[in-house]
């Protein structure tokens, strides 16, 4: 047995050293990349016309204008870069496809990588988008921008049914911004602000679109939650799409989802902004929380800030003149700022002041008024209950705000800013959650973030969580740190699902760790179980005994069923399945489309004559063969079983493989103590005729046996040797 192990890490040396030449290879080419620099573009549209039987839009041009200053502003964008189309003909749009070619084109070095922002505001339809009535495909418009030779492109469209264009398979990997660039970085972002059969909603009160005011707002620094003053695209995603969707929930046309979609080359993240590059700012301290309008002088509303977590929040600004007004637990409160070039103004809580007289002045029918003002809540700091209405507060609990509250049966509060403990029901909050609630029943959220943790044997429900639910069924929307439980559910997760079951309705950044895990958008990081289900693209590794990836799996897949429908990366397992020529199966048996399929004879100087299947990737193969021994002095009195692993490099005719394979090898009458042989191979070969090769080379041969029935040659005093191997095979 100890020979046995000695054998088996004699392979995987030979594999680590493979593995440590490509891994240098990598370093190389990050090195390159690292020299880079970044030149961004931006192609800019904006149509209010759709046609005829299409409203008109009111802020579909100011949306183009606005979002193109953000990243003039902020993004790293030269004026000179960017080309601005306000309503154009679907002709006019199409052809200045050409001239943002002519730009890119013109500017590309070895030295520089090349950024497009492409941004349309207008009417879409769940085919393409509506130019007064001509209709540019999606398939058009994804045609264009393949042409365009940008590295990367980065697609923004706010319009109706704008999500028929994400519906399209992409990786997940993801590249810095600016002088933070650590690799090469090609591909396409593709961000909308519906979902395939939704509607894109404008708003009076934002003049412009809910979409790309949450959007701009995020990338202005509202969604820079790591307070690193940069903005990544996928917090700049999340904040939009969080936003977006709660301002969207109650309105008539119902709410609205936006998507993305990424096929990136590279690693790290893609920064959309860095607020360090405007010379003004607005810094919210850390200890200021609540919901914050940030509005002009003209009173137009510039950005809004969502802060419930105690991290200092940055706002790039342009210098002038800004008031601010900010909503918490039924607090109205406001301050100005005034700000100069290379100011970066600092807010605490001493610089409002109380706003509740003011409340009428206040801009907006009462409907924005609901959106925008908290309701009139009074704090409880600490009660006791048995159930709603046998408790020591004597006031409405629904409008009660907790800092503690412990309950008999069932705890009811309207806020939660400390802890919710039941000793024999369930705990329930219509609102927001700072804190913990801890019940044996369930812990239930109507509405509203959950920043903390909810722990209970029974179920824990929240629409937003920042922290952990820890129970025997766990539900939220969107999920920022860990589900612990025996099922958890969730819209998308950043963080953790741990349990018997885990279910992903959106995409996974983090881990999926249970005896089922299935994630039905996007997954970055680790699925870990009995089986692993991604329905759309993944990146990071999926273990498990079955393993699936619907989308472009990129990483590995390991288990003893592997199945992806586009695969770039490794595979381990008994049964691997992909399409892709970067697919690197190792296993016993490898189906790959368009994959490599050989049938052969092989003889050693061993005396074996041997039958052998190879089956993979171009690059990579298993080997399956069976030999005989015909001559010597025991003819035809041994046989031998093999597997192994190969690697290959291809030209038009000739081929090289390097092959390790571990062989069992016995009497064929009489069962005996078996020798095992591993071998090495070095095999040069030629394609004498398209589906015929041969080849030959050395091979390093090791041997260990009990017993002494075996053929002198088998001495077990001669355990390594040199030899070689022959090979005539078919190219199926």
Known sequence: MRVVKENIVLLFCGMIFLSTVVSCWADEERSDATNQKIRRFAFVVGKNEGGRGRQTLKYAASDAKAFTKVMEELGGLD???????????????????????????????????????????????????????????????KKEIARISADLSVVVLDSCASGSLTQVKGGVKRAPFLDDSLSKLKGYVVLTSSSAKEAAQESDRVKGSFFTHYLLSGVRGAADVNADSKVTLNEAYQYAFNQTLARTEKTLAGPQHPSYSIELAGSGELVMTDIRNTNSRIVFEEKLLGRFYIRDKDEKLVAEVDKYVPKPVAVGLEPGNYTITSYR?????????????????????????????????????????????????????????????????????????????????????????????????FNRVRKSVEGAQIAPGANLIDSGPMTGAQITAGYNLAAKVTGAQVGGYNRAGSMTGAQLGGLSVAESVTGAQMGVANFSRGGVDGVQMGAFNRAQETVRGWQVGGVNEAQSDISGAQVGAGNYAHGLMRGAQIGVVNIADDMKGLQVGLFNKSRGKGAVPVGLINVVEDGMYRLGYGYSENKFHQLQFRNGSEKSYSIIQYGQRTSGDSAAGFHLFGLGFGGQWCGERAFVGIEGIFNYVNRTNIFERPAWMTQVRFLPGWRIMRK???????????VFKEGSAFPSDFDPQHRVWIGFHAGLEIWL
Not at 353 to 371: I, K
Request: no cysteine.
């Open 329 to 425: 637990s039924g607090k109205i409160a406001g301050a100005s700022a005034n700000l100069g070039p290379n100011h970066a103004l600092k807010l605490a809580g001493s610089d409002f002041h109380n706003l509740e007289g003011e409340v009428s002045a206040v801009r907006g029918d009462e409907n924005e008024m609901d959106a925008m003002v908290e309701e009139d809540y009074v704090s409880i700091p600490a009660e006791f209950s048995v159930m709603p209405g046998v408790s020591t507060n004597i006031l409405d609990q629904d409008r009660s705000v907790n800092s503690f509250h412990m309950s008999l049966l069932n705890a009811r509060s309207a806020k939660l800013t400390g802890a919710q403990i039941t000793l024999l029901g």
């Open 692 to 702: 015929i090769s041969i080849s030959v080379g050395p091979t390093v041969n090791h």
């Open 79 to 141: 004026s000179r870069d960017a080309i601005v189309l306000l309503n154009p003909s679907r002709k006019d749009f199409l052809n200045r496809f050409q001239d943002v070619e002519t730009i890119i084109g013109g500017s590309k070095t070895r030295d520089v990588r090349t950024e497009l922002f492409l941004y349309y505001s207008g009417h879409s339809d769940d085919e393409g988008l509506l130019l007064d009535g001509e209709k540019v495909t999606y398939r058009e418009l």
